[in-house]
Nanobody, 119 residues
């Protein structure tokens, strides 16, 4: 059974900060990456940031404001969000891309944590 549980979302004023956490459980043969995606109402789910080993990838729209960290071996990933803007309002989803025993590489998702930034 694979579970990804997010926490840390909430309501914050523009310019404020939030820190999201994701804790994963379940056994994996290998983990390619973990990361965060977000989906605003009526929009597609977009990549925010991913971490793979020692490398990170951050979307241009949040570069310089958001920082991803974590340990994919421990299935833990964090997203520090600073200088939040109203356009950052969305549901943030934790993602794990990996391979369980006897399965191909797949994406696993948490249920999401809402972030609302007021102007």
């Amino acid at each position: 059974q694979v579970q990804l549980v997010e926490s840390g979302g909430g309501l914050v004023q523009a310019g404020g900060s939030l820190r999201l956490s994701c804790a994963g459980s379940g056994s994996f043969f290998s983990i390619n990456a973990m990361g965060w995606y977000r989906q605003a109402p009526g929009k597609t789910r977009d990549l925010v940031a991913t971490i793979s080993g020692l490398s990170t990838n951050v979307a241009d729209s949040v570069k310089g404001r958001f920082t991803i960290s974590g340990d994919i071996v421990k299935k833990m990933v964090y997203l520090q969000m600073n200088d939040l803007k109203p356009e950052d309002t969305a549901v943030y989803y934790c993602n794990l891309r990996g391979r369980r025993y006897s399965t191909p590489v797949m994406d696993y998702w948490g249920k999401g944590t809402p972030v609302t930034v007021s102007s």
